[in-house]
C-alpha cells in the first residue's frame, strides 16, 4: 500500500481556494512529498513538490508540516478546469493510492 | 520534445494472447515506470527502471514482463493476457536525481482482454 492516506473527495466552490490534505507519518528525513492530479481521461501530470519548506508555483502552494508528516496543497482560486483527482505520493516509495477527487461548484 | 509517447492507445485481446505495450521517452531520463490503473481506481506500480539494463518489480509484477536495453524504450510484455489484466497502462519516466524530479506520465494505453 501507499504511504499516503488523503480523503477520497472533497468538493468546492468555484473561485474560493481549496485545501487538499494528505497524511504521510512514516516518511523518512530525505523523501520528497509531489503531488500530481489527473484529468478524466487522461494520465497524471505533476503539479508540485517540496521537502521541509512550503512551496509556490503557477498552478498551486505546497504547505508541509514542521514533522514532515503531513501535507497540504493549496489551490487558491479553484477553476472548473481544477477538477479532478489529486495524488500525493513520496516519491522514493513511487506508489499511488486512491487519491482526492474534488469536484468544483460552479 | 515529444515527452512520453505510449503505443497503442487502445487495444483488444483474446484471453492467453500475448502483446508488448510500448513506452519511449526523448527527454534522457534515466528512470522509467510502468503503472496500471483500474476503474476508480488509483495507479499501481507494476516495474520499474533506474537506467538501461536495470529493472526491478512494483506492487503487481505478476503476468508482465519489461527490460530495458535503451535510455529511450521501456516495453511491457503481456506473456498470457487474462481478463484480470484489463486495465489503463501508463508509463512514466523522470530524472533520477533523489525525488527532485517530477514524472512525466504518457496518455496510457486502454486494454480489455475478452
Known amino acids: 500500500d501507499a504511504k499516503t492516506t488523503q480523503p477520497n473527495s472533497m468538493e468546492s466552490n468555484e473561485e474560493e481556494p481549496v485545501h487538499l490534505p494528505c497524511n504521510h507519518s512514516t516518511i523518512s528525513g530525505t523523501d520528497y512529498i509531489h503531488w500530481y492530479r489527473q484529468l478524466p481521461s487522461q494520465g497524471p501530470e505533476y503539479v508540485i513538490h517540496g521537502l521541509t519548506s512550503n512551496v509556490n508555483n503557477r498552478m498551486a502552494s505546497l504547505a508541509i508540516a514542521e514533522d514532515r508528516k503531513s501535507s497540504t496543497l493549496i489551490l487558491h482560486r479553484a477553476t472548473l478546469r481544477d477538477a479532478a483527482v489529486y495524488y500525493c505520493?513520496?516519491?522514493?516509495?513511487?506508489?499511488f493510492g486512491a487519491g482526492t477527487r474534488l469536484t468544483v461548484k460552479p | 520534445n515529444a515527452g512520453v509517447t505510449q503505443t497503442p492507445k487502445f487495444q483488444v485481446l483474446k484471453t492467453g494472447q500475448s502483446m508488448t505495450l510500448q513506452c519511449a521517452q526523448d527527454?534522457?531520463?534515466?528512470?522509467m515506470s510502468w503503472y496500471r490503473q483500474d476503474p476508480g481506481m488509483g495507479l499501481r506500480l507494476i516495474h520499474y527502471s533506474v537506467g538501461a539494463g536495470i529493472t526491478d518489480q512494483g506492487e503487481v509484477p505478476n503476468g508482465y514482463n519489461v527490460s530495458r536495453s535503451t535510455t529511450e524504450d521501456f516495453p511491457l510484455r503481456l506473456l498470457s493476457a487474462a481478463p484480470s489484466q484489463t486495465s489503463v497502462y501508463f508509463c512514466a519516466s523522470s530524472y533520477f536525481t533523489g525525488g527532485v524530479s517530477g514524472y512525466t506520465f504518457g496518455s496510457g494505453t486502454r486494454l480489455t482482454v475478452v
Open positions: 505520493i513520496l516519491r522514493d516509495d513511487m506508489r
Open positions: 527527454m534522457n531520463h534515466e528512470y
